[in-house]
């Protein structure tokens, strides 16, 4: 019995070698394109004109396509013309060239228009200068104490805060009751001094 398999298997090995089989999955549509055929009709979208054309260009006369079919008809030529997808070479040319013109023309103007404010910088930037140093000298005394409250409240709490910030308002709260406790103790002691001064 084992020499019977060992033959039968020598035998398989042997056939193995000499006419290898492949195991593939191929489709027979697409184990005819790979051997460089063509594939017969089987689907019902090969049979659309876009399809059809598409086998026409892969295959040429050999697909038994009728060669009209590549080329649009009139019902189609006159939908592309109304919907204006294509239009003819000098036309393009044309809108080109007056776009080209209308945008030379829109840059010739911003670059006059930028040469003009060039001469009258000096000018503009003194006047804004001058409103500058004007704005400083009008600003009221109320900011200039609300812009030192700030500082001072910063300094106090010893980082920045928005003063938009609500959290703010209730630190500025909380410093303006320690200033009025400070000034009340201040008050207390002064009066306790003028007391002591009088009794002695």
Not at 119 to 142: G, I
Not at 171 to 197: D, G, S
Request: aromatic share 10%; glycine share 4%.
């Amino acid at each position: 019995k084992r020499f019977v398999w060992r033959v039968l298997v020598g035998c398989y090995f042997q056939y193995r070698i000499i006419s290898p089989v492949f195991h593939h999955r191929l489709k027979p549509r697409h184990r005819v394109i790979a051997a460089g055929g063509m594939p017969p009709l089987e689907f019902d979208w090969e049979r659309e004109r876009s399809a059809q054309r598409e086998r026409f260009g892969t295959y040429g006369l050999k697909s038994g396509i009728n060669p009209s079919i590549c080329w649009p008809t009139v019902e189609e030529i006159e939908e592309e013309q109304a919907v204006g997808l294509y239009r003819e070479y000098h036309t393009c040319l044309r809108d080109m060239k007056a776009l080209k013109g209308k945008q030379q023309e829109k840059e010739a103007a911003r670059i006059a228009e930028l040469d003009k404010n060039l001469e009258n910088y000096p000018n503009v930037l003194a006047k804004y200068e001058a409103s500058l140093v004007k704005a400083e000298k009008e600003r009221d005394a109320k900011e200039i104490a609300l812009e030192n409250r700030i500082r001072e409240i910063h300094e106090y709490f010893g980082y920045w805060m928005d003063p938009k910030d609500p959290r703010f308002e209730v630190m500025l709260q909380q410093k303006e009751l320690e200033e009025k406790k400070a000034a009340k103790l201040a008050r207390r002691a002064e009066i306790q001094k003028k007391t002591i001064a009088g009794i002695m």
